[in-house]
């Protein structure tokens, strides 16, 4: 058996290197590749389900469509909580493979999903209790109770959707891609299939939306439970023989999870701010077309985000390995890529505005919206192609385990340029609505520059820093002096 085949003798008769961990060991550019194609798959079909839901939400009138908007806010801060810890969740085992610390990275993918539960336990009844003044307090004004009866749905499946969010994360850890696009698609299409049965022919309206939510994700908790627990043919084991509790391993987790879902509150107040200035400059309506704008312009970025979740697994790999070389590729791959993907969205978005916005204006009670919502995505056509050095940008920060830079990343764009830019168009250059969406742009823009340069000046210094480059350990190996600190997986402080 030669050196780059062997494996850790311990682990061998149950848990064999996988494809998977040798992806994400080898070439960073092929690893993101072959990442990301299934997680774009899988996540443009769950975003379709997203433009489905709208679509089908557009039949109830504006109000209906508002009232999601309304949701939308603190919707997003419980998929940053779930997509935070999960990326906490991935740099943590990432980091643990690269470093060839097998039982390591088994403990950790535990700690994750019991993290999850723990947290869901705290979350949930508050949420449920206090749904309707909350989303008063974001603006609902006297579509408060019919949001609320949305939210209430959404929120008692807080623990769906941390647990499935963890299981995605356990699983493009160990470079399985394929396994959770499989549950992502199952998830999306039942969902797609569950709406128009629940909300006309049960009857339910927009509560009908969230139970083809709470089903759904019932569903792919059942799957990954399955794959984990009954048939354990992935790579990492998630039984109790690796496990023992361990605050430094939570800590390391939260000390990227967190920011990383503060990342996505920054998203939600930006989220709470332009409501509130769509509704000061152009009434409500106003907030039923951005929220409808808004998820064509989620489904465009899904490529770059899944690009990005690629890169925090790869840069967690090559950073707990110290090829740094192998970080430098990655972001620079990254970041091209998703630039050549915003720019050949953008072209399409903007030759069929009229068109996509006609999607969601085809009923009586919202055809009044469609200008609207199609001079919105005209506008955020310049949005798309400086997604990705600020989203790549964050993933190798949160790959690495430096969560807290990320967070600082996604605070200066979100509500230092976005928002600050958003205020001075609307209201000081009084440009109105369109000055709201002109002002995401700018923010966004100059947020994205910012981070790459960051990102770059940090992998920079990580190679100069290092000296001589260790060469590729395989499980069962021994490393030499130069290679045993990678056996020590780096956490939240860079010990």
């Known amino acids: 058996m030669t050196a780059s085949d062997s494996i850790d003798a311990a682990c061998l008769p149950r848990r064999p290197e996988t494809a998977g961990v040798q992806l994400l060991r080898g070439d960073p550019k092929r690893a993101i590749i072959h990442l990301s194609l299934p997680m774009i798959a899988a996540m443009l079909l769950q975003s379709s389900y997203n433009v489905v839901n709208a679509i089908w939400v557009a039949g109830l009138g504006s109000d209906a469509m508002a009232a999601i908007g309304f949701v939308t806010p603190v919707f997003m801060i419980l998929m940053g909580l779930g997509n935070g810890i999960g990326a906490g969740a991935t740099s943590a085992i990432a980091r643990r493979i690269g470093a060839c610390d097998r039982k390591g990275a088994n403990n950790a993918a535990v700690h994750g999903l019991l993290l999850a539960v723990g947290l869901a336990a705290i979350l949930t009844f508050p949420l449920i209790l206090f749904a309707e003044p909350l989303l008063t307090l974001f603006g609902a004004g006297a579509t408060a109770p019919l949001a609320a009866t949305y939210a209430r749905v959404i929120f008692g499946g807080t623990v769906l959707l941390l647990f499935v969010n963890i299981g995605y994360a356990v699983l493009r850890a160990e470079g399985d891609a394929k396994r959770a696009m499989y549950a992502m698609v199952a998830s999306a299409l039942l969902n797609i299939v569950l709406d128009p049965i629940l909300i006309y022919w049960f009857g339910l309206g927009i509560t009908g939306a969230a139970w083809g939510v709470l089903i759904s994700m019932s569903m792919v908790t059942a799957i990954l439970l399955y794959w984990f627990f009954v048939r354990r043919d992935t790579f990492l084991s998630l039984g109790w023989e690796d496990f023992h509790p361990d605050r430094r391993l939570i ?57 990005g979740t690629s890169v925090v697994s790869v840069a967690g790999a ?20 998703g630039m050549g ?23 009586p009670q ?14 955020m056509c310049f949005f798309f192609p ?11 920060f949160q790959g690495t385990g430096k969560g807290f830079y990320s967070l600082v990343m996604s605070l200066i ?20 609505e369109s000055g709201v969406w002109w002002g995401i742009v700018t923010g966004n823009t100059l947020g994205g520059i910012v981070g790459f340069l960051w990102a770059r000046f940090y992998v920079m210094r990580l190679i100069r820093l290092s000296g001589p480059r260790p060469p590729d350990l395989a499980f069962g190996v021994t490393p030499g002096p130069a290679e045993a600190a990678a056996d020590e997986p780096r956490g939240a402080g860079d010990r």
């Open 251 to 307: 800590g390391d987790m939260l000390h990227v999870g967190l920011p990383a879902s503060l990342e996505f509150g920054l998203m939600s107040a930006l989220s709470i701010t332009v409501n509130w200035m769509l509704v000061a400059t152009a009434g409500t309506d106003a907030v039923a077309s951005y929220t409808a704008g808004w998820r064509v312009v989620m489904f465009a970025i899904i490529p770059v985000a899944a690009i």
């Open 318 to 337: 090559s950073y707990g390995a110290r090829r740094y070389d192998k970080l430098r590729t990655a972001h620079q791959f990254g970041v091209g890529l």
């Open 341 to 363: 993907i915003g720019i050949a969205l953008s072209a399409v978005v903007y030759v069929f505005a009229h068109q996509i916005a006609w999607i969601f204006a085809y009923s």
């Open 366 to 379: 919202s055809a009044h919206l469609a200008p609207i919502i199609a001079a919105f995505l005209a506008t």
């Open 386 to 396: 400086f997604v990705a050095p600020g989203m790549i940008s964050s993933s190798v």
């Open 413 to 432: 764009r979100s509500l230092v340029f976005c928002a600050f830019f958003a205020y001075v168009f609307a209201f000081v250059l009084d440009m109105g």
